[in-house]
């Protein structure tokens, strides 16, 4: 019945159903938020640890995320001469951060 329910006609007033994020998968890649431009200011200095330098440009310009049991973002930062990766994961509220992986010396074209 709760299946039937939500894909029958009751929910008429709708021209196209709505989209909602798959748990586990990855969304593609976007141009950032201002929220997650803030994530990226917030932990700047822990993804700066991560990749063992320290960057005087750091641009975050491109965004992917995971839904889990809280989230993994995917970001993609310019850095000046190249870019790098870096996973983070916020955990459920009250939210934390943890930088998991950083990738350094990527280029703007490379894939996660």
Same mark, same amino acid.
């Given at each position: 019945f709760f299946f039937s329910f939500f894909s029958s006609s009751h929910f008429s007033n709708q021209s196209q159903p709505t +989209?909602?994020? &798959?748990?586990g998968g990855v969304s593609t890649?976007? *141009?950032p938020s201002d929220e997650e431009k803030g994530i990226i200011a917030q932990i700047k200095g822990d993804i700066e640890a991560?990749?063992?330098?320290?960057?005087? +440009?750091?641009? &975050?310009v491109a965004v992917a995320t995971q839904v889990? *049991?809280?989230t993994n973002f995917f970001f993609k930062i310019n850095v000046g001469d190249s870019h790098i990766?870096?996973?983070?994961?916020?955990?459920l509220p009250p939210f934390s951060f943890t930088v998991n992986v950083v990738e350094t010396g990527k280029s703007a074209e490379d894939a996660f």
């Open positions: +989209t909602m994020p &798959l748990c890649l976007r *141009a991560k990749a063992g330098s320290t960057f005087d +440009t750091f641009e &975050l889990v *049991a809280g990766h870096a996973k983070v994961f916020r955990s």
